[in-house]
């Protein structure tokens, strides 16, 4: 009952807003003359409305309510203290934010249940980073109990990329493709001649990540490298302390095993910080994390701490980085993207939320907003990014089209 309360409530409100967005010349009388309209000091123009896209539905300028989806500080702090920030930008009447389990593959009716809970606070868009199983789901959970009204913007997706843009109005995520090629070319230019490819078959079973991987092994191949395939515990069945201990305890082992200029990548955010101090100590190669950002892993690694006055200063980060990657004798084996991408993500999902409900969108899938958003937010960072979409093969591995609502992002590479 509750929900029907809210969701008539809601259809009210916009059959309101939306007649009040009307611009006639000379409109009618009220239909119940005893009820005065109040008039308006400072009316829009008449001809304002004219510009935006036919179909375009108006919401008035702070009417807007945004729900964000993110992991805990536990499986994702960089997306979790995005969402915070967009909270303390906008305000509570304007944000809302919820988190998913830490192990979210063993509970998806949790999450389902927490983006119901978002969607019923008033939401009436959501941004989701990470995308985790259960957000295709939950799209179709809110989209029978609530309507087809509300947006989906979807960051680092975790589901086949064609079903999740079948399902999200917009997608971002890195660029998976590309990343196969320029994390193996950033290892050849550290000096690798060993590429050590650590995750284990939840992940492998991942379209995007399994693509990443033989693009990798390809592209290691070409450039002369040993290829070695290391399967870790999987930290959402064996706990993420097990899947750390077992980077600690081993990776002198590989390195003595493998030489010093063997470079590792892992596919989970869990792994990053042991997988860096053990390099720093003990050797090796560290291109990239699998969520590319100088936020990730890198400052509890190295015992970087972060002045509230420098909160989000990209740069005071990165020299201070290179301060503490050079006193731990680690210089020129550690790296990774300027710009903190999951962060981005968030960011863009929010500012393009509000372009959508405030109505200057071309529709819910606007590519000429989405790409400039992400070109203003990722600036503030000062990184250059390359932005694409994700390409639709044939069976024989032929790109034949592109899912136009999911984009990939790639970009340049800072080495410390």
């Known amino acids: 009952m509750k929900k029907f309360i809210a969701l008539l409530a809601s259809l009210l409100l916009v059959v309101g807003l939306m007649a009040c967005a009307q611009a006639p010349a000379a409109p009618d009388p009220p239909d119940e003359p005893d009820v005065e309209e109040p008039a ?136 998976d493709l590309s990343m196969g090629r320029v994390i193996v070319e950033q290892a050849a230019r550290m000096g690798a001649d060993t590429f050590a490819h650590v995750s284990f078959p939840r992940h492998l079973g991942m379209e995007n990540i399994a693509a990443r991987r033989e693009l990798l092994m390809e592209t290691a191949e070409s450039y002369g490298m040993e290829w070695v395939e290391i399967t870790a515990p999987d930290p959402m069945s064996e706990g993420i302390a097990q899947a750390q201990l077992f980077i600690n305890e081993n990776l002198p082992r590989w390195i003595e095993e493998h030489g010093p200029y063997t470079a590792f990548f892992s596919t989970n955010c869990g792994m990053q910080e042991p997988l860096i101090t053990q390099i720093a100590a003990y050797g090796g190669l560290y291109p990239l994390q699998c969520c590319p950002s100088p936020l990730h892993a890198l400052p509890s690694a190295f015992n970087v701490s972060i002045p509230d006055e420098n909160a989000g200063d990209m740069d005071f980060l990165i020299n201070a980085l290179h301060d503490a990657v050079g006193a731990a004798g680690a210089s020129g084996r550690i790296s990774t993207w300027p710009v903190p991408i999951n962060m981005v993500f968030v960011e863009v999902g929010v500012l393009y939320s509000i372009e959508y409900l405030e109505g200057r969108t071309n529709g819910r899938h606007d590519p000429e907003v989405v790409q400039r958003l992400l070109l203003e937010v990722a600036g503030q960072f000062g990184a250059d990014i390359e932005i694409r979409n994700w390409p639709i093969f044939d069976d024989d591995g032929n790109e034949v089209d592109v899912l136009e609502n999911m984009y990939r992002v790639l970009s340049s590479f800072v080495t410390f």
């Open 40 to 175: 308006d000091p400072d009316p829009e123009p008449a001809d304002d409305d004219d510009d935006l896209p036919e179909g375009t539905e108006i919401v008035e300028v702070g009417e807007w309510k945004i729900g964000i989806m993110t992991g805990t500080v536990t499986q994702g702090e960089e997306e979790f203290l995005a969402a915070q920030n967009m909270l303390e930008r906008f305000g509570p009447d304007h944000i809302v934010t919820s988190t998913y389990p830490d192990d979210f593959g063993a509970e998806i009716p949790t999450t389902i249940a927490n983006i119901q809970a978002l969607v019923d606070a008033g939401a009436q868009a959501i941004v989701f980073v990470q995308a985790v199983p259960g957000a295709i789901a939950a799209v179709e959970s809110v989209h029978e109990l609530f309507g087809p009204d509300i947006l989906f913007f979807f960051g680092v997706t975790h589901e086949p990329p064609a079903e999740v843009a079948a399902a999200a109005d917009v997608v971002l995520i890195s660029d």
